[in-house]
Every structure is written in structure tokens, then in C-alpha cells.
């Protein structure tokens, strides 16, 4: 479906993809919060969000017949980026849980804020299916 691009000499990059090239229907999911269906937080735990946004973000890939398996690109919004790195490890296997094994190019940004209170991530995704 696609190919990882891996510049030679490059160290191996963790956890995400330094490029990809694929062919094929192009699904955008915007940024997702850990809220759950009703627009309501179970959770002011860090990880739990990030766990909720990643599955909302499944939810609406499936609208379009996609998986995690076809997400070429992320780019997460952290409130603290401090946090995200403490928690690297439990974020890491909360994410091959919900996502697999699947390393699509990624952008970490830190922000003030997110648009709802207690939000403290936001992910958007793009997937192609192929043709």
C-alpha cells in the first residue's frame, strides 16, 4: 500500500515514519479530542485522552472503510509537552493497542490551549486507501 521512505544514513526514526509514498482515496479526519460520543471527558488522564482521541479517530475512519492501517500522517496538539514525554512509554503501548504497529509521519506541536477546557490533545489524521 505504501512505502516507508528512509533516507540512507539516517538513524531509524522511533515511533514514527520520516516519509511515506502511497497512491490511492485520501480520507482527512480532523483533530480529535479524548472525549467520547456525546461530546462529554470520562478522563483528565493524559494517556486515557490520548487513547480516546485515537479511537475516535478509528471511529471515523471506518465511516470511509479505513483503518489504522491506512493513516499515512499525524499531527498531535500537546498541552504539556513535558507530560508526553514522562508518559512516552505508557503512550507508546496505548497507541500499538488502539493503532498497531503502524508508524505514519508524525509532528508533535506543544500548544497553550485547546479550544475545549479540558482537552489535552487534539490528533488529526490522514489515511489513503488504496485503489
Sequence with gaps: MFQTLQPPGWA?????SNGISTRGRMVFVAGMIGWNVQC??????FVQ????????????LACAGAGPQHVVRMTWYVTDKKEYLRRSRELG???QEIMGRNYPVMTLVQVSALLEDRAQVEIEATAVVPD
Design 12 to 16: 531509524p526514526a522511533k515511533g514514527y
Design 40 to 45: 462529554q471527558f470520562e478522563t483528565d488522564d
Design 49 to 60: 485522552q490520548c487513547r480516546q482521541s485515537l479511537r475516535n479517530i478509528l471511529q471515523t
Design 93 to 95: 503501548q496505548a497507541y
